[in-house]
């Protein structure tokens, strides 16, 4: 059980296109999901938590209107990277915790290289 | 607010030699502890997590870590590694005041070596 999808696994695309990332809870139901920001050879970076029916919460120094949260279900999160830039090109996890867990299950990541 | 040191970035060792990943946490609260696995090119995996109870726990793959709440450690562990074993190891912790929030530790690249 708690396995979680994304999709893509893999995207490349131009400068300036808007890219959209799906995060899905295949067997459980997540008001809570979390995106994270990988770079080569690092740890991972807490961007925001996405909530079901509500806004997202950023961290600092994570622009909003830059990366657009959505929670539009129990099992649906996506990420919307607008205009993206090569400095986005990045490893994209998301991540959810089942009702009333302390688990967090994470997702296989997505790749994005912004040319 | 919380942090967690991963005390070695790199571990390298031989197969079927035992192993120890170092991992101290501070918390001024209770705490969660968690060690993820990450294979290169994939999301992270959970090996195993201390919530309560025994401070002694066992996870997948034949790894265990203890609980120290005197020395805010927990510590990872295996007696015997395999090549397989290879990957990224992460420490993580989280209270009940963080909704399931994560903290993670740099990392610690564990090679073993044939």
């Known amino acids: 059980g708690a396995v979680v999808s994304q999709h893509p696994s893999r995207v490349i695309c131009k400068s300036g296109t808007s890219v959209k990332i799906e995060c899905r809870s295949l067997?459980?139901?997540?008001?809570?999901m979390f995106w994270y920001r990988q770079f080569p050879k690092q740890s991972l970076m807490l961007m925001a938590t996405s909530n079901e029916g509500s806004k997202a919460t950023y961290e600092q120094g994570v622009e909003k209107d830059k990366f657009l949260i959505n929670h539009a279900s129990l099992t649906l999160s996506t990420l919307t990277v607008t205009s993206a830039h090569p400095e986005d090109s990045s490893f994209y996890i998301c991540s959810a915790p089942p009702e009333s867990q302390e688990t967090q299950y994470f997702g296989p990541g997505t790749r994005l290289l912004v040319l | 607010a919380q942090s967690v040191t991963q005390l070695d970035s790199q571990v390298p060792v031989f197969e079927e030699a035992p192993v120890e990943l170092r991992c101290n946490y501070s918390?001024?609260?209770?705490?969660?502890l968690f060690w993820y696995v990450q294979y290169p090119n994939q999301g992270l995996q959970l090996l195993l997590k201390?919530?309560?109870?025994?401070?002694l726990v066992k996870g997948i793959n034949g790894f265990e870590a203890e609980f120290n709440k005197s020395q805010t450690s927990f510590h990872l562990r295996k007696p015997s590694v395999h090549i397989s074993d290879t990957a990224e190891y992460f420490c993580?912790?989280?209270?009940?005041?963080?909704?399931?929030?994560?903290?993670f530790g740099e990392g610690t690249q564990l090679t073993v070596n044939p």
């Open positions: 067997d459980f139901q997540a008001t809570t």
């Open positions: 918390s001024s609260v209770s705490v969660y």
């Open positions: 201390y919530l309560s109870g025994s401070t």
């Open positions: 993580a912790v989280s209270d009940r005041s963080s909704g399931s929030r994560l903290t």
